[in-house]
């Protein structure tokens, strides 16, 4: 972060000062006091399980220059606000306003907003790897894992200096309202919405609601700014009349209106796709590739080392973003091609030693997500291997869970999924769901708990399998995702 004192951070807060104005912050700003080091500010955050305010003195001992409390804290340097979360929100609104205001003509940062109900992690990864080449190392920003709500975001605005080019930052929504006091922090330069989908709609109540939400980045990029569009989500699609004059827009997808497409799209037996990737004359930045005389259009090939077909649409989208940024065609296509995940849980494959594949998409679900990594299992596994599909609990899908988990258990059985294993009574209707579609019997087993599901997969996975781990972040099926990549089976560990 920028360097600021104590009546800095005080006027930026609205707080109230306990401490020398002159005391200067220098570090970091952390809400874990186990982070802090010299000139770091601590932001007491009350959480459900501990109070960040208890922890404030170790904080201040190991190094902290001052503390941004909700109450006065004898003896320690504060900053007294009504809300420290709201508090930290402000004052990452300051800090990038002032480092805006203050750079040099064509040197101040430019923010990518990035939203949508899937893929917004994996698109966040991939523009860091397209544009770090650009920016170098020092002058890029992006969150490793999903810091996109109104602690995480804050924190990672916080980190911008006068030597950021790039900040990309990650947004997500369980309520109307979110994305919009997202982007009140961090305006984007270019704003992105990937997909409305059903993620959280027990929070939204429908899925207009949700999309009535993603819209919010439309309305909150900067004037003059970039608005970027998924053409074939049609809900996405019609944000685009909700840009407001003056912005430009971008659309990506498989249609062929897209100004950024995707064309001749194979999946090899690894799940990873090819496509050619084809771009708009007034889309590209330059030339350098294969051009359509008549069009004007560029053309590169690109092959993912990303695992799921999915991920085609998350490609598209970090390559027009970095399009319009002016990477080139060609760049972008390589850089694509050579792009890996970044982030943990997400289609992250691991090859076991003893011949077991192990696919561990545990960090999050929703019914969309669910289907494009149980796709993704049906090819690896082909018709040689044996495909298992280890389910936990969809979350935050209200009302309309059951029928959402059942459609699951449906779906298991009519890619010809061979083994089927639903862990806890959040997930049972994914295994009654597939015990109603087909003339299943030990096919789908269901598991009260991670301990019966650990016990069961190792007492029972063969060389040759293809393991798919996947559910919401809450249902804790990251642990056994960690376990099965780490692990060989206990039968293998016995000999």
């Given at each position: 972060?920028?360097?600021?004192?104590?009546?800095?951070?005080?006027?930026?807060?609205?707080?109230?000062?306990h401490?020398?104005?002159?005391?200067?912050?220098?570090?970091?700003?952390?809400?874990?006091?186990?982070?802090?080091?010299?000139?770091?500010?601590?932001?007491?955050?009350?959480?459900?399980?501990?109070?960040?305010?208890?922890?404030?003195?170790?904080?201040?001992?190991?190094?902290?220059?001052?503390?941004?409390?909700?109450?006065?804290?004898?003896?320690?340097?504060?900053?007294?606000?009504?809300?420290?979360?709201?508090?930290l929100?402000?004052?990452?609104?300051?800090?990038?306003?002032?480092?805006?205001?203050?750079?040099a003509?064509g040197?101040?940062?430019?923010?990518?907003?990035?939203t949508?109900s899937?893929?917004?992690?994996?698109?966040?990864d991939?523009?860091?790897?397209?544009?770090?080449?650009?920016?170098?190392?020092?002058?890029?920003?992006?969150?490793?894992?999903?810091?996109?709500?109104?602690i995480?975001?804050?924190?990672?605005?916080?980190?911008?200096?006068?030597q950021?080019?790039?900040?990309?930052?990650e947004?997500?929504?369980?309520?109307?309202?979110?994305?919009?006091?997202?982007?009140?922090?961090?305006?984007?330069?270019?704003?992105?919405v990937?997909a409305?989908?059903?993620?959280h709609?027990?929070?939204?109540?429908?899925?207009?609601?949700?999309?009535?939400?993603k819209?919010?980045?439309?309305?909150?990029?900067?004037?003059?700014?970039?608005?970027v569009?998924?053409a074939?989500?049609?809900?996405?699609?019609?944000?685009?009349g909700?840009?407001?004059?003056g912005?430009?827009?971008?659309?990506?997808?498989?249609?062929?209106s897209?100004?950024?497409?995707?064309?001749?799209?194979?999946?090899?037996?690894?799940?990873?796709?090819?496509?050619?990737?084809?771009v708009?004359?007034s889309?590209a930045?330059?030339?350098?590739?294969?051009?359509?005389?008549?069009?004007?259009?560029?053309?590169?090939?690109?092959?993912l080392?990303?695992?799921?077909?999915?991920h085609?649409?998350?490609?598209?989208?970090?390559?027009?973003?970095?399009?319009?940024?002016?990477?080139?065609?060609?760049?972008v296509?390589?850089?694509?091609?050579?792009?890996?995940?970044?982030?943990?849980?997400?289609?992250?494959?691991?090859?076991?030693?003893?011949?077991?594949?192990?696919i561990?998409?545990?960090?999050?679900?929703?019914p969309?997500?669910?289907?494009?990594a149980?796709?993704?299992l049906?090819?690896?596994?082909?018709r040689?291997?044996?495909s298992?599909?280890?389910?936990?609990?969809?979350?935050?899908?209200?009302?309309?869970?059951?029928?959402?988990?059942?459609?699951?258990?449906?779906l298991v059985v009519?890619?010809?999924?061979?083994?089927?294993?639903?862990?806890g009574?959040?997930?049972?209707?994914?295994?009654?769901?597939?015990?109603?579609?087909?003339?299943w019997?030990?096919?789908?087993?269901?598991?009260?708990?991670l301990?019966?599901?650990?016990?069961?997969?190792?007492?029972?996975?063969?060389?040759g399998?293809?393991?798919?781990?996947?559910?919401?972040?809450?249902?804790?099926?990251?642990?056994?995702?960690?376990?099965?990549?780490?692990?060989?089976?206990?039968?293998?560990?016995n000999?």
């Amino acid at each position: 972060m920028i360097e600021l004192t104590a009546a800095q951070v005080a006027a930026a807060t609205g707080g109230r000062l306990h401490a020398d104005p002159d005391v200067t912050v220098t570090g970091a700003v952390i809400i874990d006091s186990r982070e802090a080091g010299p000139g770091a500010l601590f932001v007491a955050l009350p959480g459900e399980r501990v109070d960040g305010h208890d922890f404030a003195g170790r904080a201040v001992a190991t190094g902290a220059a001052l503390v941004l409390a909700g109450r006065e804290l004898d003896g320690l340097p504060t900053v007294v606000v009504d809300d420290p979360q709201e508090a930290l929100g402000e004052l990452a609104r300051y800090v990038l306003a002032t480092v805006r205001e203050t750079a040099a003509d064509g040197e101040a940062p430019r923010v990518i907003g990035v939203t949508g109900s899937v893929g917004k992690t994996t698109t966040k990864d991939l523009l860091g790897q397209l544009l770090t080449p650009e920016a170098g190392e020092d002058a890029i920003i992006v969150p490793t894992g999903s810091f996109n709500n109104e602690i995480g975001l804050p924190l990672t605005v916080l980190r911008v200096t006068g030597q950021t080019r790039y900040l990309v930052a990650e947004m997500g929504a369980d309520h109307i309202g979110n994305i919009a006091y997202l982007t009140r922090i961090a305006p984007p330069d270019v704003g992105v919405v990937l997909a409305v989908g059903v993620a959280h709609v027990g929070h939204f109540g429908s899925v207009e609601a949700i999309a009535k939400t993603k819209a919010e980045m439309v309305s909150g990029v900067v004037d003059g700014g970039t608005v970027v569009l998924n053409a074939d989500d049609l809900r996405v699609a019609a944000m685009a009349g909700q840009a407001a004059p003056g912005t430009t827009l971008r659309t990506f997808g498989t249609i062929p209106s897209a100004d950024v497409r995707a064309e001749d799209i194979t999946v090899d037996a690894t799940g990873r796709a090819r496509f050619t990737l084809r771009v708009a004359a007034s889309a590209a930045s330059s030339s350098g590739t294969a051009q359509d005389g008549a069009t004007g259009e560029q053309r590169a090939d690109v092959a993912l080392q990303l695992v799921g077909p999915h991920h085609v649409s998350n490609a598209l989208a970090a390559a027009t973003v970095a399009l319009r940024l002016g990477v080139p065609v060609a760049d972008v296509a390589q850089r694509l091609s050579a792009a890996t995940a970044r982030s943990p849980h997400r289609m992250a494959v691991t090859e076991r030693p003893d011949g077991v594949t192990v696919i561990d998409d545990a960090y999050n679900a929703n019914p969309d997500s669910m289907k494009a990594a149980l796709r993704t299992l049906a090819v690896m596994a082909g018709r040689t291997r044996r495909s298992v599909a280890v389910l936990g609990e969809m979350r935050e899908l209200g009302d309309g869970a059951r029928a959402a988990h059942d459609e699951i258990g449906r779906l298991v059985v009519r890619l010809n999924v061979k083994q089927l294993v639903v862990v806890g009574d959040g997930a049972y209707h994914i295994h009654e769901g597939a015990m109603q579609e087909g003339s299943w019997g030990s096919e789908s087993i269901f598991v009260p708990d991670l301990d019966a599901a650990r016990t069961l997969l190792d007492e029972s996975l063969e060389p040759g399998d293809v393991v798919l781990v996947k559910s919401s972040l809450g249902s804790g099926l990251w642990e056994l995702g960690d376990h099965l990549s780490m692990a060989l089976t206990a039968k293998d560990n016995n000999k």
